[in-house]
């Protein structure tokens, strides 16, 4: 009996064998330009950029992803962006798209379309020219945060085209073209003395705690010496707990104090092309995240309204240098 069935369950598996294999299909990517990712996240590492036209296995479905084969790797692409049937053209666009993002992100211009939520040399070469252009004063780390969608948006939006913060084929071909508009604040570029053109906002931290969100990269300039150094804000509710984005950023930042310390500076904040008003200790405590920046945890930086994290309450002191700040521009 036990024989019986043992053949029994053997014939039924070599029977659905065939049957599995049915199940993936040829598909065809019709975005101009579509990341593959390591896992059904926008979050998840890039495998691969795919052109317009490519022929991919779809493997399998998962919410609105597809689990897909090609060119010798498997990653998960945006369902909507794949349709049924092959094209002719597929396996030029496997050839090429490799070396189509590696040439254009290199070349001075913006490259492929991308959006946010994306990673990956398309992305990067949209952060160069945006900066170039003097919109973007971010890191050009090849991610789509906040960062890069504000900036893209004020490019749309001074360019004459829809300001949706998506550097769709339209938004590429401006910022390319002889014809794009630069910002009217001038250069991201850092580096003290001078001003920029932006006028010195307060920023009311309780009101509007998602100007500067988690995560967010900025620059500070120290009123009084004119330095200025890249910042990354780690977290932090009552004010936002920031660290200095380099060893580099650190050294600038020690140079500023003379030694660490707790004392209250006046500083200016960009960050999107705006200025904010600022107060800051010089303390390394508590927790860091960034390695090898030689700060052995994070500072604090307060704005308007903003209170200490032990306390609970405003901050005199740093309350006096945000209004110090406010006289002051970039």
Known sequence: MKKWMTGLLVSLMLCLIPLIGALAWKGTITASSLNMRASNSTESKVVRVLKKGASVEVISSKGSWYKIKFGGNTGYVAKKYVKKGSSESSSKSESSSRSDS????????????CSPGDSGAA??????KLKSLGY??????????????????AFQKANGLTANGVANSKTISK????????SSSGSSGSGGGGSSGLKTESLNWFKHPDRIPHHAK????????GKVFNVKR????????CEPATARDTSIMK?????????RRPILVKYNGRVYAASMNGMPHGTGTIKNNNFDG????????????????????????????LKHSW
Do not use: E, R
């Open 123 to 128: 992305v990067k070469a949209v952060q160069k």
């Open 136 to 153: 973007y004063s971010g890191s050009v780390d090849g991610d789509y945060g906040n960062g890069t969608k504000s900036a893209v948006k």
């Open 102 to 113: 590696s040439s254009k992100s290199s070349s001075g211009k913006a490259g492929d379309p």
């Open 218 to 225: 900025f620059q500070v300039k120290d009123i009084k010496t």
């Open 255 to 263: 140079s500023i104090y003379g030694h660490w310390s707790w004392k």
């Open 298 to 325: 994070h500072f604090c930086i307060h704005f308007t309204g903003s209170k200490t994290h032990g306390s609970k309450k405003v901050d005199s002191a740093h309350q006096n240098c945000v209004k110090t700040a």
């Open 234 to 241: 780690w977290t932090g509710s009552n004010h936002a707990d």
């Open 175 to 182: 910022m390319n073209s002889s014809g794009a508009k630069k």
